[in-house]
């Protein structure tokens, strides 16, 4: 006989799960005390909603899926805005929650809550489990959900009498369930595909727009196989960054809001655009009226539902990036770069309006992201919180490859940067890992320098610290005259905290002390933390606001950063 | 804006349903009606679903149904030959004598069926398109509707 939480540790093994981020409660006492003597390595966080977090980053870095475990209710609860980040982003996690036992369920019973009602909208699918008879099947399916077709995550509730129920080995269901409603479609319609071809042909001044699908599907090495075939230049969403490496010479960097200007205007003056895993989310698009107004559009995505939800494409394809961009590429007949005074116009944009920053001799955040690029040689994994921090580290900094760059998209979860970093560090034990921070995302899940004292997790903890909150001020600066309500926050001795924690630290407030910093802090085995005290009123430009087309964007040229 | 009905197969597990509606207000649609049971097969139920909105909206509404991992299949059959039947029960206000005996005329000619009988009030039921429901309340209103209660719309495909 064994026990539905003998059951789960055996089914999550059986999914290859090695680590585990969780913090424990009443009702998942069962699966505690089964991991007691597991090998499963289980990593105590200080608060369930870093437990999801680390499982995300862990997720994101690692290409595997994710796994948390928190108690019921309130344990539950916590983890919902981890679960709706990953949803957002297409992460594959799997939340395993303790329940009230069966009996009690729906009494309002001591620390419960409905948590598949409450995650219903914000998991791909999730379960209650009533009879442990059912865990290896639940598990495997909820696996398989999660890391297959559009990624994302599942959620396993998990009452506590089905925990320590006892049942018969050989009354446990097999795990090949057989999910008749799900069948992602993995291939593209060659139909489709020659149809997007022969636009292609057609095309004079061709772009490709890659998002995050392109990371997630593994489909890096054929996008890059693809542009190269037909030279057409690359812009990627903040969730496609590392897709082509920053120095590929058809690399045009982010487009959006915080984009860069020549990609910004190659959009608007493309004549075709090509989507690759890429939703046309409102802070790429600016208003939607001026987005690529002259541009006929081949939408590739996994998902169908995001094809036709924002812009009606002339060629959908669904289908998994990889697997369609190798097709293309495949059933190209003419090649070669047939398109060369489009991409010299490219270039020239790129040489006339370069993302600068300013040599005032003040100490502002791009320049510290542009030396952390150099002293890494635009390696390691670099995961930024939210805000002003996340632009600038995607716009600074060099990414070369893919699930090098973590940060929370569609959510704009704050908060979300320091728990992922120690995922991501679990994940990919030899890498640097650096989380790129702001003093107000920072404090939001401060309490994991415990987590990281704890496990000596060797990350370094860089914060640009201008004691606002960073990215809501420049909009009250720019858009509210700029009356700062309540964005305003006192200083921290964020140094003394890490000691406080038995971690090292370091202050830095001048230009000349940034390098010898970052390389001590690289240098260093253990974890480190770097409080940069930055031009506090620095903005991040160049900037399309709300409502206006991707073209009008302000703080252009900015060979001073700071001014717009 | 057209009215569109989908048929949708769904597992019959419990929660599908509020899997399902919660799909709709989270994302905006409005549903005319619904009407689910079980159906040919134990371990699943069908869903009736009727929905406005231009084409665009009913391929998302399709679409963003389709995601749902206990949505097996789902059927437009708006544009198909169907049959769509609806049920009602009207309970209406009918004193004995000649009020009563029109209200029984008008039955009679709805091909609804009496099925409760009091001193004041008698109960019918009728089945029918969504029209012919409406048709009878309207002739019924001036008695005094007290109750009134419609399952929602149920269609299968001709053939």
Redesign the interface.
Known sequence: MKTGAALLIDSLKEEGVKVIFGYPGGSVLPVYDELYDSDLRHILVRHEQAAVHAADGYARASGKVGVCLSTSGPGACNLVSGIATANMDSVPVVALTGQVPTGMLGNDAFQESDITGITMPVTKHNYLVKDAKEIKRVVSSAFHIAGTGRKGPVLIDLPKDVLTQAVDPKDVLSKDAELRGYKPTLKGHSRQIKKALDMIYEAKKPLVYAGGGVISSGASEELKEFAELFCIPVTTTLMGLGAIPCDHPLNLGMLGMHGTEYANYAVTECDLLIAVGARFDDRVTGNIKYFAPNAKIIHMDIDPAEIGKNVCPDVPIVGDAKLVLSELCKMAEKKGCFCEPWVKQVKTWRENHPLAIADDGKLHPQYVIRKLSEILDSGGIIVSEVGQNQMWAAQHYGFRRPRQWISSGGLGTMGFGFPAAIGACFAKPGETVVVIAGDGSFQMNIQELGTVAQYEVPLKMVILDNMYLGMVRQWQELFYDRRYSYTELPPVDFVGIAKAYGIKGMLVDSVKEVEPALRKAVDYEGPYLLDFRIEREENVFPMVPAGAAISEMIGKHCKNAGEP | MNQHILSVL??NKS?VL??VS??FS?RGFNIESLAVGTCETPDMSRITIVVDGDD?HI??VK??L????????ITDITENEHVERELSLIKVHADPGIQRSEIMQVAGIFRANIIDVSQKALVLEITGDSEKILAIKDLLEPYGIIELVRTGRVALQRG
């Open positions: 769904v597992e929660g509020a899997r919660g799909l989270r665009t391929e998302q679409k963003q389709n995601k749902l991992i206990d949505v097996i299949k």
